[in-house]
């Protein structure tokens, strides 16, 4: 499975903003989706995570009640919907795929694509 993320961008506080992240292969529908950030000079944190039927959702504390996860598995594309974004939301955003189930830990997902960036100006 190959990955590419999209849509990041320089946005004011408050604003909002859809990462999508586009898979090529025939198996993404069998795949946990997830998004994870790594700010500067941060490790690379979960955010976000959907299982195969796009029924279970997993979230950080930090973005819950303003980032939502969902899944196209028709157009193999997983979405980050990101609302009332704030400056700490900066980073560079990557999508990545797993096997296993709905996990928080990066060591859980085999596949990755490049980031994308996401600036949030205070």
């Known amino acids: 499975v190959q990955l590419q993320a999209s849509g990041g961008g320089l946005v004011q506080a408050g604003g909002s903003l859809r990462l999508s992240c586009a898979a090529s292969?025939?198996?993404?529908?069998?795949?946990?989706m997830a998004w994870f950030r790594q700010g500067p000079g941060q490790e690379r944190e979960f955010v976000a995570a959907?299982?195969?039927?796009?029924?279970?959702?997993s979230f950080t504390d930090s973005v819950k009640g303003r980032f939502t996860i969902s899944r196209d598995n028709a157009k193999k594309t997983v979405y980050l919907q990101m609302n009332s974004l704030k400056p700490e939301d900066t980073a560079v955003y990557h999508c990545?795929?797993?096997?296993?189930?709905?996990?928080?830990?990066?060591?859980?997902?085999?596949?990755w694509g490049p980031g994308t960036q996401v600036t949030v100006s205070s």
């Open positions: 959907i299982n195969p039927g796009g029924y279970m959702r």
């Open positions: 292969g025939r198996t993404f529908s069998s795949y946990v």
């Open positions: 990545a795929g797993s096997g296993k189930g709905l996990s928080r830990q990066r060591s859980d997902y085999n596949y």
